[in-house]
T-cell receptor, first 115, second 114 residues
Framework: DAGVTQSPTHLIKTRGQHVTLRCSPISGHKSVSWYQQVLGQGPQFIFQYYEKEERGRGNFPDRFSARQFPNYSSELNVNALLLGDSALYLC??????????????FGQGTRLTVV | QKEVEQDPGPLSVPEGAIVSLNCTYSNSAFQYFMWYRQYSRKGPELLMYTYSSGNKEDGRFTAQVDKSSKYISLFIRDSQPSDSATYLCAMSEAGGTSYGKLTFGQGTILTVHP
């Protein structure tokens, strides 16, 4: 079975630009979460979507937005990129959004570099 | 103070050693506890998933949760060079407004040398 797939794997953008990152969850999983991981730190929660609705939002500015599609895939959008947005962006999928069966499985991530 | 504290190491052990990794936390609402392994420039891989207090064993890995002390541990027996990676602890609440949000520790860098 395919795991969580993310695209692209690497991306270089210029300050002020916009970026869209994509994620396909494990088949049958309805919840997708996004995390930002800065080098040397643990992942930080950005968003969670379940059944196409936003269920959780971390402490990130409004420049960050996301959505989930009817097939449960998801996009993370970041506007007006800053140098500090350079990080590994991780997508995680789980069967449910909370309670039991919420083991989160991560994709390989998209490494974003802002120059 | 961070919600989850994890000693970043680095930790270096000889092959075959028993490795002990641990995290402390401050949020008493955490009910689910996970350990992930992350190789360089890769996504985290789920190793162990436990609910509430107690022990769970899977092959060479044993996870322990002590909710009374707000302390969790991961033990690796017969460590191998292939275990060299960053180990992340993660926790989540059972519901409420936080839903399935995972709160991670900083990660411990482990090197197992032959």
């Amino acid at each position: 079975d395919a795991g969580v797939t993310q695209s692209p794997t690497h991306l270089i953008k210029t300050r002020g630009q916009h970026v869209t990152l994509r994620c396909s969850p494990i088949s049958g999983h309805k919840s997708v979460s996004w995390y930002q991981q800065v080098l040397g730190q643990g992942p930080q929660f950005i968003f969670q979507y379940y059944e196409k609705e936003e269920r959780g939002r971390g402490n990130f500015p409004d420049r960050f937005s996301a959505r989930q599609f009817p097939n449960y895939s998801s996009e993370l959008n970041v506007n007006a990129l800053l140098l500090g947005d350079s990080a590994l962006y991780l997508c995680a999928s789980s069967f449910r959004s909370w309670g039991m069966n919420t083991e989160a499985f991560f994709g390989q991530g998209t490494r974003l570099t802002v120059v | 103070q961070k919600e989850v504290e994890q000693d970043p190491g680095p930790l270096s052990v000889p092959e075959g050693a028993i490795v002990s990794l641990n995290c402390t936390y401050s949020n008493s609402a955490f009910q689910y506890f996970m350990w992930y392994r992350q190789y360089s420039r890769k996504g985290p891989e789920l190793l162990m998933y436990t609910y509430s207090s107690g022990n769970k064993e899977d092959g060479r890995f044993t996870a322990q949760v002590d909710k009374s002390s707000k302390y969790i541990s991961l033990f690796i027996r017969d460590s191998q060079p292939s275990d060299s990676a960053t180990y992340l602890c993660a926790m989540s609440e059972a519901g409420g407004t936080s839903y399935g949000k995972l709160t991670f520790g900083q990660g411990t860098i482990l090197t197992v040398h032959p």
